[in-house]
T-cell receptor
Framework: GAVVSQHPSRVICKSGTSVKIECRSL??????MFWYRQFPKQSLMLMAT?????????EQGVEKDKFLINHASLTLSTLTVTSAHPEDSSFYIC?????????????FGPGTRLTVL | AQKITQTQPGMFVQEKEAVTLDCTYD???????LFWYKQPSSGEMIFLIY??????QNATEGRYSLNFQKARKSANLVISASQLGDSAMYFC????????????FGGGTRLMVKP
């Protein structure tokens, strides 16, 4: 299977600071990247979809100025949580899409656990 | 309306027994795919099994099988011979081919395997 890395795996920051999360597809190129957020004991909720070289499309209720997504290359996407607050504490998971033609496959990074104090 | 519904927030099963995790879905797209993922406490999402809407046979992968009832819009996961390592959260997900390739997840079921 494809390998996806996320860094950092865990981060604790003070309220008001910004945090950048990197997601890399190590052995394939992903034109599309999905970013999910998962609160404790809840399901994964899609935050945004980004295509390489284009602006991300955000889901309803997700502030695009707060969650900055950069998908500058086919193997790297970043999510920056700006001016983080305690309510942003969550598990963030990136999910690159591998296009195989008829059957596209979505992989998942190992996740980043963000705690905002 | 919820696109993916998992009605069992938590379930217990005795080790070595089989267990069925329920999943119902709602879509008007004739072409879609249904997925099951396992999420242990570490947080990683582990792909288990896939069923396409046009697949004639129920999918099977080792101890995992998918009971696909298209008319009822259900895609239940059956785990045979449960093991202690099966204790985890299980998510059912759907991808609608006319909706941009992304997965929509159900609320999840926490499975606990008793020794």
């Amino acid at each position: 299977g494809a390998v996806v890395s996320q860094h950092p795996s865990r981060v604790i920051c003070k309220s008001g600071t910004s945090v950048k999360i990197e997601c890399r597809s190590l052995d394939f190129q992903a034109t599309t990247m999905f970013w999910y957020r998962q609160f404790p004991k809840q399901s994964l909720m899609l935050m945004a979809t980004s295509n390489e070289g284009s602006k991300a499309t955000y889901e309803q209720g997700v502030e695009k100025d707060k969650f900055l997504i950069n998908h500058a290359s086919l193997t790297l996407s970043t999510l920056t949580v700006t001016s983080a607050h305690p309510e942003d504490s969550s598990f963030y998971i990136c999910s690159p899409l591998l296009l195989r033609g008829r059957y596209n496959e979505q992989f998942f990074g190992p996740g980043t656990r963000l705690t905002v104090l | 309306a919820q696109k993916i519904t998992q009605t069992q927030p938590g379930m217990f099963v005795q080790e070595k027994e089989a267990v069925t995790l329920d999943c119902t879905y709602d879509t008007s797209d004739p072409s879609y795919g249904l997925f099951w993922y396992k999420q242990p406490s570490s947080g990683e999402m582990i792909f288990l099994i896939y069923q396409g809407s046009y697949d004639q046979q129920n999918a099977t992968e080792g101890r995992y099988s998918l009971n696909f009832q298209k008319a009822r819009k259900s895609a239940n996961l059956v785990i045979s011979a449960s093991q202690l390592g099966d204790s985890a959260m299980y998510f059912c997900a759907m991808r609608e081919d006319n909706a941009g390739n992304m997965l929509t997840f159900g609320g999840g079921t926490r499975l606990m395997v008793k020794p």
